[in-house]
């Protein structure tokens, strides 16, 4: 049978609105390339919010027994595993009506942050009719190979099939299945995704044209792999947003770097950067404070959306300091402004499963060289690829692949310099 798309005139325009959307993405980090969820500003910054969000009862919990490997024909690659997704029929229009399907892609974090987070979707589904689907990314959540966690995450061989060519796979996979389920052949299906998911988004778009007529990949750093984007580009926006919010608050930054070090260097120094910022430890080296508050920077940039602008928020605490405090103090202020605790910079946490997975695929595809140029309110520090190699080696035994991304996914120009 010949399944043509066919859709009403108000589904294009919703494709117009998709490519009138722009959006800059950015993320933080020094030694690990930082993670690019669209929701963890709002679990940093208010994690009470998500866990106390009620799940809306139209949302119907599903699993799909997922193939292990979708590229190999070895006999361990037709394992399956239990893949999460779910879907919300409340607002859609039907098969008969081939009303659209909206898939968003999960990405670096169990699907249940996205559910109460992502409000782009049910508005939309309002307007166009549209069935909900959100999937959750292999080895997130629920959504675990061999069995257990503690398996899955056991060694580099467990992990092997956690990237996201295989991602998109199952991606693929799903929404045909679904589509197939519901006899919805005729249904155009828009997948959406923010940051990492708006790559899987773009990705999934490009190597399955069949199972999505279009892509709203958000914030989406497609372009940030070997040497496509200047390195610095991330911590300029960043340093950007700072100046625009205000230029007292960016000089205070930029000149805070030097009086750190300045600190750090004299007898007792450690000791006295500890008591300003009131850590929750006792600091071993000043490249813990500073890196801490370069992260803290890096991600009210990130997330500096409304209604609280954590950009403003800082700058507020540090130029409404005492002009007659000393610039650490008033850096401090700013911290506090940020997130008021009992201590700071180096609290004790439990290393989560996104943590640990986003840090394996950091060290296997998603080799994105962010660096720290010269000219932002931040001492430079370039992307050292070698030292990221060996950092990677170290821990999971295997070598990343830096042109893996642009060899398979392509990119925009070619570049010389990249090989």
């Keep these: 049978m010949n399944y043509s798309p066919k859709f009403p005139v108000k589904w294009v325009k919703f494709m117009v609105m ?4 722009v959006s800059t993405g950015i993320a933080a980090g020094w030694t690990d390339i930082p993670r690019l969820s669209p929701t963890r500003g709002i679990i940093m910054e208010d994690p009470d919010l998500l866990s106390s969000a ?3 009862d139209d949302l119907q919990t599903c699993y799909y027994p997922q193939t292990l490997d979708h590229f190999n024909y070895q006999p361990q690659s037709y394992g399956t595993f239990q893949q999460r997704y779910v879907m919300n029929f409340k607002y859609w229009g039907g098969a008969n009506n081939s009303a659209p399907i909206l898939a968003y892609l999960g990405a670096e974090s169990p699907l249940n942050v996205s559910l109460t987070a992502i409000g782009f979707l049910n508005d939309s589904a309002v307007s166009f009719n549209a069935l909900l689907v959100y999937i ?8 675990i190979p061999f069995g257990s966690r503690e398996e899955a995450f056991k060694n580099a061989s467990t992990l092997g099939y956690f990237n996201s060519a295989q991602a998109i796979a199952d991606y693929a996979e799903i929404i045909m299945h679904i589509k197939s389920k519901l006899r919805a052949f005729y249904s155009p299906v828009i997948v959406v995704g923010g940051s990492y998911g708006g790559m899987l988004a773009s990705w999934l778009r490009l190597k399955y044209p069949h199972v999505a007529l279009g892509a709203l990949a958000s914030s989406a750093p497609i372009l940030y792999f070997d040497k496509i984007t200047p390195s610095g580009a991330y911590y300029s926006v960043v340093t950007k947003d700072f100046r625009e919010a205000s230029e007292s608050c960016y000089q205070t930054i930029r000149n805070s770097w030097s009086v750190i070090d300045k600190i750090a260097s004299q007898p007792n120094g450690l000791s006295t950067l500890s008591m300003i910022f009131n850590t929750c430890k006792p600091l071993t080296k000043s490249s813990e404070l500073k890196i801490a508050l370069k992260n803290m920077y890096a991600l009210a940039a990130q997330y500096n959306s409304p209604p609280r602008y954590p950009v403003t928020v800082i700058c507020r605490g540090i130029d409404g300091a005492n002009e007659t405090q000393d610039i650490l103090s008033k850096i401090f202020a700013g911290v506090v402004a940020y997130g008021n605790l009992s201590c700071y910079i180096n609290q004790q946490t439990n290393e989560s499963e996104t943590t640990e997975g986003w840090r394996w695929q950091t060290c296997s595809e998603m080799v994105i060289p962010i660096g720290i140029g010269n000219g932002t309110m931040f ?9 990221f190699i060996q950092h990677c080696k170290t821990i999971f035994g295997v070598l990343p692949r830096p042109h893996w991304v642009t060899s398979y996914y392509g990119y925009k120009t070619y570049s010389p310099e990249i090989w």
């Design 379 to 387: 001492q430079p520090a370039p992307f050292n690829l070698t030292s």
């Design 54 to 56: 009620a799940v809306s």
């Design 18 to 21: 998709i490519l009138s959307i």
């Design 136 to 143: 959750e990314h292999r080895y997130y959540g629920k959504s």
